[in-house]
């Protein structure tokens, strides 16, 4: 009854490394991509670091995030409240239909481009897009299952969150329950080499895994 699962934006080169890291713990990830910018180059300026922020080709796209899942982030990672429905719909389902001609598969989730959401686009996706479940990135710090998965909120933000993060993966492997819950933690791979945090979130990951009471999943398998 208790799952565990990841989230991480923006399909950036980094997820390489990420996915070595979650494959080594037999964990499972969901990858949410934007279809209009792969292989795209670029860099971002975050804490006084710049760090890569290259996008993965298309064509790359099927075999490196294979075991795991792919959902959707928008087509140029827009601010969805400014937009028309129109546009919501074209950003949001084209880049759904997109994103699933890669991979193989019905893509169903999403993750809000910076998070920005209010009830008219979730409500629109919801309606009128393919998308079963949205996340936002404003954190729960608990496990409990939500009735809106168009406007699901994760249990906690690893990047920002670090100590929220152990402290909430202790009280998931000591919990005892008859009821379903989910420990949801998101982020961007590029993140990692800000502070080079790539060694303390190994050290997450071997603290959580091979628990004989948790399930290791995608967002999909955890949340529908």
Same mark, same amino acid.
């Given at each position: 009854?208790?799952?565990?699962?990841?989230?991480?934006?923006?399909?950036?080169?980094?997820?390489?490394? &990420?996915?070595?890291?979650?494959?080594?713990?037999?964990?499972?990830? /969901?990858?949410?991509?934007?279809?209009?910018? &792969?292989?795209?180059?670029? #860099?971002?300026? %975050?804490?006084?670091?710049? =760090?890569?922020?290259?996008?993965?080709?298309?064509?790359?796209?099927?075999?490196?995030?294979?075991?795991?899942?792919?959902?959707?982030?928008?087509?140029?990672?827009?601010? &969805?409240?400014?937009? /028309?429905?129109?546009?919501?719909?074209?950003?949001?389902?084209?880049? %759904?239909?997109?994103?699933?001609?890669?991979?193989?598969?019905?893509?169903?989730?999403?993750?809000?481009?910076?998070?920005?959401?209010?009830?008219?686009?979730?409500?629109?996706? +919801?309606?009128?897009?393919?998308?079963? #479940?949205?996340?936002?990135?404003?954190?729960?710090?608990?496990?409990?299952?939500?009735?809106?998965?168009?406007?699901? %909120?994760?249990?906690?933000?690893?990047?920002?969150? $670090?100590? +929220?993060?152990?402290?909430?993966?202790?009280?998931?492997?000591?919990?005892?329950?008859?009821? +379903?819950? =989910?420990? #949801? =933690? $998101?982020?961007?791979?590029?993140?990692?080499?800000?502070?080079?945090? $790539?060694?303390?979130?190994?050290?997450?990951?071997?603290?959580?895994?091979?628990?004989?009471?948790?399930?290791?999943? /995608?967002?999909?398998?955890?949340? &529908?």
């Amino acid at each position: 009854m208790k799952y565990l699962t990841f989230s991480y934006d923006d399909g950036v080169t980094q997820d390489l490394r &990420l996915i070595e890291l979650f494959n080594k713990y037999g964990m499972k990830c /969901t990858f949410n991509l934007n279809s209009g910018l &792969l292989g795209m180059d670029g #860099y971002l300026d %975050r804490e006084g670091t710049r =760090v890569t922020h290259i996008k993965v080709k298309p064509e790359d796209v099927k075999h490196i995030y294979a075991g795991h899942e792919v959902a959707g982030h928008g087509i140029t990672h827009p601010c &969805l409240p400014r937009l /028309t429905e129109e546009k919501i719909i074209e950003e949001v389902e084209n880049d %759904r239909v997109k994103l699933s001609e890669l991979c193989g598969y019905d893509v169903v989730g999403f993750a809000y481009p910076g998070g920005d959401v209010d009830s008219r686009v979730s409500e629109i996706i +919801k309606n009128k897009t393919g998308i079963k #479940y949205c996340r936002t990135v404003i954190s729960s710090h608990d496990f409990e299952i939500q009735k809106n998965l168009h406007e699901f %909120r994760p249990s906690v933000y690893h990047h920002g969150e $670090w100590d +929220k993060l152990f402290e909430l993966g202790e009280e998931f492997l000591n919990l005892k329950t008859d009821e +379903k819950k =989910v420990f #949801y =933690v $998101w982020g961007h791979a590029y993140e990692f080499d800000i502070h080079n945090s $790539w060694d303390r979130f190994e050290e997450f990951l071997k603290m959580m895994s091979q628990s004989k009471d948790i399930i290791y999943c /995608t967002n999909k398998e955890a949340l &529908l």
